[in-house]
């Protein structure tokens, strides 16, 4: 399975991003996708997940009400809209699937690249 990881940028406090992420390789509605993020310093972390239907969306408390996660299974491709982007926001964005939606980074099987998302106060 691959996944690409595209859409980061720099952007000011209040602003919106969008990323995206393309999987191939293998049928993508198996897996559930996930978006981590990882500021320098600081260990990997979960942002928000979501079922292999979309019905079930998980977020962190962090991100809650100003991050949405959404993925079309006919494009193959999850996104993550983050809307309210903060500075504490600024990190590089991960993507990646596993078969089960959780919260542990190291559960999962397959990674994208990273895009790097930077938030200007």
């Known amino acids: 399975v691959q996944l690409q990881a595209s859409g980061g940028g720099l952007v000011q406090a209040g602003g919106s991003l969008r990323l995206s992420c393309a999987v191939s390789?293998?049928?993508?509605?198996?897996?559930?996708m996930g978006w981590f993020r990882q500021a320098p310093g600081k260990e990997r972390e979960f942002v928000a997940g979501?079922?292999?239907?979309?019905?079930?969306?998980d977020y962190a408390d962090s991100v809650k009400g100003r991050f949405t996660i959404s993925r079309d299974n006919a494009k193959s491709t999850v996104y993550l809209q983050m809307n309210s982007l903060e500075p504490e926001d600024t990190a590089v964005y991960y993507c990646?699937?596993?078969?089960?939606?959780?919260?542990?980074?190291?559960?999962?099987?397959?990674w994208g690249q990273g895009t790097q998302v930077t938030v200007s106060s």
């Open positions: 990646a699937a596993d078969p089960i939606l959780r919260r542990i980074a190291t559960w999962y099987d397959y």
């Open positions: 979501i079922s292999r239907s979309g019905a079930t969306t």
């Open positions: 390789g293998r049928t993508f509605s198996s897996y559930c």
